[in-house]
Protein backbone atom coordinates (compact mmCIF):
# COMPACT_ATOMS: atom_id res chain seq x y z
CA UNK A 1 0.00 0.00 0.00
CA UNK A 2 2.70 2.47 0.89
CA UNK A 3 4.46 1.49 -2.20
CA UNK A 4 1.45 2.35 -4.40
CA UNK A 5 0.77 5.65 -2.58
CA UNK A 6 4.53 6.59 -3.75
CA UNK A 7 3.85 5.95 -6.86
CA UNK A 8 1.10 7.73 -7.17
CA UNK A 9 2.24 11.04 -5.55
CA UNK A 10 5.19 10.18 -7.78
CA UNK A 11 3.15 10.27 -11.08
CA UNK A 12 0.76 13.60 -9.71
CA UNK A 13 3.99 14.86 -8.92
CA UNK A 14 5.58 14.74 -12.67
CA UNK A 15 2.10 16.11 -14.11
CA UNK A 16 2.01 18.95 -11.78
CA UNK A 17 5.98 20.00 -12.48
CA UNK A 18 4.99 19.72 -16.22
CA UNK A 19 1.80 21.70 -15.71
CA UNK A 20 3.78 24.47 -13.43
CA UNK A 21 6.64 24.80 -16.16
CA UNK A 22 4.33 25.73 -18.35
CA UNK A 23 1.91 28.03 -16.52
CA UNK A 24 5.16 30.07 -14.84
CA UNK A 25 4.72 33.17 -16.87
CA UNK A 26 0.97 33.47 -17.33
CA UNK A 27 -1.32 35.20 -15.69
CA UNK A 28 -3.20 33.43 -13.13
CA UNK A 29 -6.62 35.52 -13.61
CA UNK A 30 -6.63 35.52 -17.46
CA UNK A 31 -6.07 31.56 -16.66
CA UNK A 32 -9.05 31.51 -14.81
CA UNK A 33 -11.02 33.82 -16.60
CA UNK A 34 -10.84 31.39 -20.04
CA UNK A 35 -11.54 28.60 -17.84
CA UNK A 36 -14.62 30.37 -16.40
CA UNK A 37 -15.51 31.13 -20.16
CA UNK A 38 -16.05 27.74 -21.34
CA UNK A 39 -19.04 27.00 -23.05
CA UNK A 40 -20.43 23.84 -21.69
CA UNK A 41 -22.35 23.26 -24.93
CA UNK A 42 -19.70 22.23 -27.30
CA UNK A 43 -17.39 21.70 -24.56
CA UNK A 44 -19.48 18.48 -22.82
CA UNK A 45 -20.53 16.76 -26.09
CA UNK A 46 -16.76 17.03 -27.57
CA UNK A 47 -15.24 15.21 -24.12
CA UNK A 48 -18.04 12.73 -24.15
CA UNK A 49 -17.77 12.00 -27.27
CA UNK A 50 -14.12 11.63 -26.97
CA UNK A 51 -14.00 9.17 -23.70
CA UNK A 52 -16.70 7.45 -25.37
CA UNK A 53 -14.60 6.39 -28.74
CA UNK A 54 -11.27 5.71 -26.57
CA UNK A 55 -13.55 3.38 -24.27
CA UNK A 56 -15.69 1.64 -26.74
CA UNK A 57 -12.83 1.40 -29.34
CA UNK A 58 -10.75 0.17 -26.97
CA UNK A 59 -12.36 -2.45 -25.85
CA UNK A 60 -12.83 -3.86 -29.16
CA UNK A 61 -9.21 -3.33 -30.06
CA UNK A 62 -8.54 -5.77 -26.49
CA UNK A 63 -11.44 -7.94 -27.50
CA UNK A 64 -9.81 -8.91 -30.67
CA UNK A 65 -6.16 -8.54 -29.44
CA UNK A 66 -7.04 -11.56 -26.33
CA UNK A 67 -9.01 -13.38 -29.28
CA UNK A 68 -6.34 -13.66 -31.86
CA UNK A 69 -3.40 -14.87 -29.53
CA UNK A 70 -4.92 -16.04 -26.54
CA UNK A 71 -8.63 -17.73 -26.33
CA UNK A 72 -12.06 -16.18 -27.45
CA UNK A 73 -12.86 -13.15 -25.63
CA UNK A 74 -16.14 -11.72 -25.92
CA UNK A 75 -16.65 -8.21 -26.42
CA UNK A 76 -19.17 -7.86 -23.54
CA UNK A 77 -17.36 -9.92 -21.46
CA UNK A 78 -14.03 -7.39 -21.62
CA UNK A 79 -16.25 -4.68 -20.80
CA UNK A 80 -15.96 -4.84 -16.72
CA UNK A 81 -12.08 -5.41 -17.27
CA UNK A 82 -11.50 -2.33 -19.81
CA UNK A 83 -13.44 -0.31 -17.50
CA UNK A 84 -11.41 -0.99 -14.79
CA UNK A 85 -8.35 -0.49 -16.88
CA UNK A 86 -9.52 2.94 -17.65
CA UNK A 87 -10.29 3.94 -14.00
CA UNK A 88 -6.68 2.91 -13.01
CA UNK A 89 -5.70 5.51 -16.01
CA UNK A 90 -6.31 7.98 -13.19
CA UNK A 91 -2.71 6.79 -11.55
CA UNK A 92 -0.94 5.86 -15.25
CA UNK A 93 -1.29 3.67 -18.32
CA UNK A 94 1.28 1.07 -16.60
CA UNK A 95 -1.31 0.83 -13.90
CA UNK A 96 -4.37 0.61 -16.35
CA UNK A 97 -2.26 -2.18 -18.22
CA UNK A 98 -2.10 -3.87 -15.58
CA UNK A 99 -5.77 -4.57 -14.98
CA UNK A 100 -5.60 -6.20 -18.78
CA UNK A 101 -3.12 -8.28 -17.93
CA UNK A 102 -4.69 -9.64 -14.81
CA UNK A 103 -7.38 -10.51 -17.03
CA UNK A 104 -5.44 -12.24 -19.75
CA UNK A 105 -3.74 -14.45 -16.64
CA UNK A 106 -6.74 -15.35 -14.50
CA UNK A 107 -9.58 -15.70 -17.17
CA UNK A 108 -7.50 -16.70 -20.43
CA UNK A 109 -4.73 -18.79 -18.99
CA UNK A 110 -2.14 -16.78 -20.31
CA UNK A 111 1.54 -16.48 -18.60
CA UNK A 112 1.88 -13.43 -16.68
CA UNK A 113 4.74 -12.43 -19.28
CA UNK A 114 2.71 -14.21 -22.26
CA UNK A 115 0.10 -11.15 -21.59
CA UNK A 116 2.55 -8.58 -20.62
CA UNK A 117 3.84 -8.97 -24.06
CA UNK A 118 0.40 -8.98 -25.98
CA UNK A 119 -0.03 -5.91 -24.21
CA UNK A 120 3.53 -4.65 -25.38
CA UNK A 121 1.96 -5.63 -29.12
CA UNK A 122 -0.43 -3.08 -28.77
CA UNK A 123 2.37 -0.38 -28.10
CA UNK A 124 3.90 -1.82 -31.39
CA UNK A 125 0.66 -1.24 -33.35
CA UNK A 126 0.27 2.54 -31.54
CA UNK A 127 3.69 2.86 -33.41
CA UNK A 128 3.04 1.91 -37.06
CA UNK A 129 -0.59 4.29 -36.48
CA UNK A 130 0.97 7.05 -35.08
CA UNK A 131 4.51 7.26 -37.25
CA UNK A 132 2.02 6.51 -40.55
CA UNK A 133 0.08 9.48 -39.29
CA UNK A 134 3.28 11.93 -38.65
CA UNK A 135 4.38 11.25 -42.05
CA UNK A 136 0.48 11.61 -44.03
CA UNK A 137 0.13 14.71 -41.37
CA UNK A 138 3.71 16.33 -42.89
CA UNK A 139 2.44 15.65 -46.03
CA UNK A 140 -1.32 17.36 -46.24
CA UNK A 141 -0.29 20.27 -43.96
CA UNK A 142 3.12 21.91 -45.14
CA UNK A 143 2.80 24.31 -42.28
CA UNK A 144 2.26 21.51 -39.87
CA UNK A 145 5.04 21.30 -36.86
CA UNK A 146 4.59 17.64 -37.72
CA UNK A 147 6.73 18.41 -40.58
CA UNK A 148 9.64 18.58 -38.48
CA UNK A 149 9.37 15.20 -37.36
CA UNK A 150 8.90 13.37 -40.46
CA UNK A 151 12.26 12.20 -40.53
CA UNK A 152 11.83 10.52 -37.24
CA UNK A 153 8.98 8.93 -38.05
CA UNK A 154 10.08 7.85 -41.18
CA UNK A 155 12.87 6.10 -39.51
CA UNK A 156 10.64 4.73 -36.74
CA UNK A 157 8.16 3.43 -39.19
CA UNK A 158 11.30 1.58 -41.02
CA UNK A 159 12.60 0.28 -38.17
CA UNK A 160 8.62 -1.58 -36.86
CA UNK A 161 8.95 -2.77 -40.75
CA UNK A 162 11.68 -4.27 -40.38
CA UNK A 163 10.90 -6.10 -37.08
CA UNK A 164 7.68 -7.01 -37.93
CA UNK A 165 8.86 -8.38 -41.18
CA UNK A 166 11.50 -10.79 -39.15
CA UNK A 167 8.56 -12.16 -37.43
CA UNK A 168 6.35 -12.50 -40.56
CA UNK A 169 8.93 -13.93 -42.98
CA UNK A 170 12.23 -14.59 -41.32
CA UNK A 171 13.60 -18.24 -41.09
CA UNK A 172 16.66 -18.50 -38.12
CA UNK A 173 19.85 -18.71 -39.96
CA UNK A 174 21.23 -19.44 -36.00
CA UNK A 175 20.74 -20.73 -32.50
CA UNK A 176 19.66 -16.76 -31.20
CA UNK A 177 17.23 -16.31 -34.06
CA UNK A 178 15.82 -19.63 -32.67
CA UNK A 179 16.03 -18.90 -29.48
CA UNK A 180 14.19 -15.51 -29.34
CA UNK A 181 11.34 -17.14 -32.10
CA UNK A 182 10.29 -19.97 -29.29
CA UNK A 183 9.49 -17.89 -26.34
CA UNK A 184 6.57 -18.97 -25.26
CA UNK A 185 6.07 -15.26 -24.52
CA UNK A 186 6.30 -13.28 -27.15
CA UNK A 187 3.10 -15.75 -29.05
CA UNK A 188 1.68 -12.46 -30.10
CA UNK A 189 4.85 -11.21 -32.18
CA UNK A 190 5.38 -15.01 -33.43
CA UNK A 191 1.30 -15.56 -34.43
CA UNK A 192 0.51 -12.19 -35.93
CA UNK A 193 0.41 -12.06 -40.04
CA UNK A 194 -0.94 -9.35 -41.64
CA UNK A 195 -4.63 -9.42 -41.79
CA UNK A 196 -4.54 -9.33 -37.88
CA UNK A 197 -1.70 -6.02 -38.37
CA UNK A 198 -4.43 -4.49 -40.63
CA UNK A 199 -7.26 -5.42 -38.57
CA UNK A 200 -6.08 -3.57 -35.03
CA UNK A 201 -4.46 -0.67 -36.80
CA UNK A 202 -7.57 -0.35 -38.39
CA UNK A 203 -9.38 -0.18 -35.38
CA UNK A 204 -6.77 2.34 -33.73
CA UNK A 205 -7.18 4.63 -36.66
CA UNK A 206 -11.08 4.13 -36.16
CA UNK A 207 -10.44 5.56 -32.26
CA UNK A 208 -7.45 8.05 -33.20
CA UNK A 209 -9.24 10.02 -36.19
CA UNK A 210 -12.53 11.30 -34.45
CA UNK A 211 -9.81 12.76 -31.32
CA UNK A 212 -8.98 15.48 -34.32
CA UNK A 213 -12.61 17.13 -34.47
CA UNK A 214 -13.27 15.99 -30.48
CA UNK A 215 -10.07 18.21 -30.16
CA UNK A 216 -11.68 21.12 -32.69
CA UNK A 217 -14.82 21.36 -30.72
CA UNK A 218 -13.36 21.20 -27.26
CA UNK A 219 -11.23 23.95 -28.21
CA UNK A 220 -14.08 25.86 -29.80
CA UNK A 221 -15.70 25.71 -26.50
CA UNK A 222 -13.01 28.25 -25.57
CA UNK A 223 -13.61 30.50 -28.19
CA UNK A 224 -10.37 29.43 -29.55
CA UNK A 225 -10.67 29.73 -33.78
CA UNK A 226 -7.87 27.15 -34.79
CA UNK A 227 -7.97 26.20 -38.22
CA UNK A 228 -9.20 22.45 -38.12
CA UNK A 229 -6.73 21.76 -40.87
CA UNK A 230 -4.00 22.53 -37.96
CA UNK A 231 -6.27 20.26 -35.13
CA UNK A 232 -5.91 17.34 -37.43
CA UNK A 233 -2.35 17.95 -38.92
CA UNK A 234 -1.43 18.13 -34.88
CA UNK A 235 -3.49 15.40 -33.66
CA UNK A 236 -1.07 12.37 -33.55
CA UNK A 237 1.40 14.34 -31.27
CA UNK A 238 -1.41 15.36 -29.12
CA UNK A 239 -2.69 11.65 -28.88
CA UNK A 240 0.71 10.19 -28.17
CA UNK A 241 0.80 13.21 -25.24
CA UNK A 242 -1.96 12.44 -23.56
CA UNK A 243 -1.07 8.45 -23.20
CA UNK A 244 2.51 8.96 -22.30
CA UNK A 245 3.42 6.17 -19.17
CA UNK A 246 4.39 7.84 -16.14
CA UNK A 247 1.74 10.28 -15.83
CA UNK A 248 -2.23 9.95 -14.96
CA UNK A 249 -3.78 10.24 -18.63
CA UNK A 250 -4.51 13.58 -20.05
CA UNK A 251 -2.65 15.09 -17.08
CA UNK A 252 0.86 16.80 -17.80
CA UNK A 253 2.19 16.18 -21.29
CA UNK A 254 -0.94 16.84 -23.05
CA UNK A 255 -1.22 20.57 -21.66
CA UNK A 256 2.79 21.04 -22.76
CA UNK A 257 2.65 19.27 -26.16
CA UNK A 258 -0.85 21.22 -27.10
CA UNK A 259 0.71 24.71 -25.97
CA UNK A 260 4.01 24.02 -27.98
CA UNK A 261 1.79 23.30 -31.15
CA UNK A 262 -1.17 25.69 -30.89
CA UNK A 263 1.64 28.56 -30.26
CA UNK A 264 1.37 31.83 -32.50
CA UNK A 265 -2.46 30.54 -33.84
CA UNK A 266 -4.19 31.06 -30.21
CA UNK A 267 -3.95 32.61 -27.01
CA UNK A 268 -1.64 30.15 -24.92
CA UNK A 269 -3.50 30.63 -21.67
CA UNK A 270 -6.91 29.81 -23.71
CA UNK A 271 -4.81 27.46 -24.92
CA UNK A 272 -3.51 25.63 -21.75
CA UNK A 273 -7.20 26.40 -20.26
CA UNK A 274 -9.13 24.53 -22.69
CA UNK A 275 -6.56 21.35 -22.69
CA UNK A 276 -6.22 21.44 -18.62
CA UNK A 277 -10.72 21.30 -18.54
CA UNK A 278 -10.85 18.80 -21.27
CA UNK A 279 -8.08 16.40 -19.62
CA UNK A 280 -10.31 17.07 -16.14
CA UNK A 281 -13.14 16.03 -17.54
CA UNK A 282 -11.72 12.84 -18.93
CA UNK A 283 -10.44 11.64 -15.55
CA UNK A 284 -13.87 12.44 -14.17
CA UNK A 285 -15.72 10.44 -16.81
CA UNK A 286 -13.14 7.82 -15.60
CA UNK A 287 -14.44 7.43 -12.21
CA UNK A 288 -18.08 6.07 -12.37
CA UNK A 289 -16.33 3.18 -14.53
CA UNK A 290 -14.10 2.30 -11.52
CA UNK A 291 -16.99 1.86 -9.27
CA UNK A 292 -19.37 0.22 -11.55
CA UNK A 293 -17.19 -2.07 -13.15
CA UNK A 294 -15.16 -3.01 -9.52
CA UNK A 295 -17.43 -5.72 -8.49
CA UNK A 296 -18.03 -7.62 -12.02
CA UNK A 297 -13.99 -7.01 -12.72
CA UNK A 298 -13.54 -8.88 -8.94
CA UNK A 299 -15.59 -12.12 -9.90
CA UNK A 300 -13.94 -11.84 -13.23
CA UNK A 301 -10.16 -12.33 -12.28
CA UNK A 302 -11.21 -14.13 -9.09
CA UNK A 303 -12.87 -16.69 -10.32
CA UNK A 304 -11.04 -19.82 -11.26
CA UNK A 305 -9.83 -20.03 -15.14
CA UNK A 306 -11.92 -22.23 -17.11
CA UNK A 307 -10.46 -25.38 -17.86
CA UNK A 308 -10.26 -25.13 -21.62
CA UNK A 309 -8.72 -21.68 -21.50
CA UNK A 310 -5.64 -22.59 -19.81
CA UNK A 311 -3.33 -23.10 -23.34
CA UNK A 312 0.57 -23.34 -23.91
CA UNK A 313 0.23 -19.95 -25.59
Request: hydrophobic share 55%; aromatic share 14%.
Amino acid sequence: MAGAVVRNAAAYAIAAAIIWYEVRGFDLHELLRAIASANLVWLVPATLVSFGVWFLGENLLFSRLFSYFHEQTGYKELLPATATAYFLQLVNTLASGGALVLFLHRRKGASWTGAAFTMLFVSFIDGFVLSTLTIISGLLFPGSPMRNFMPYAAGALIFLLAVAAWWLWRRPKNRYELWLRERPSLVSFRLANPRIYFTLALIRLGIFIPQAFTYYFGMKAFHLRVPLSLVCAVTPAIVAAGGTPLTPVGIGPLQAVAIEVFRGHASEARVLAAYLVMGAALMIYRLPLGVSAAGAYSRAVLDEPRPDAISAR
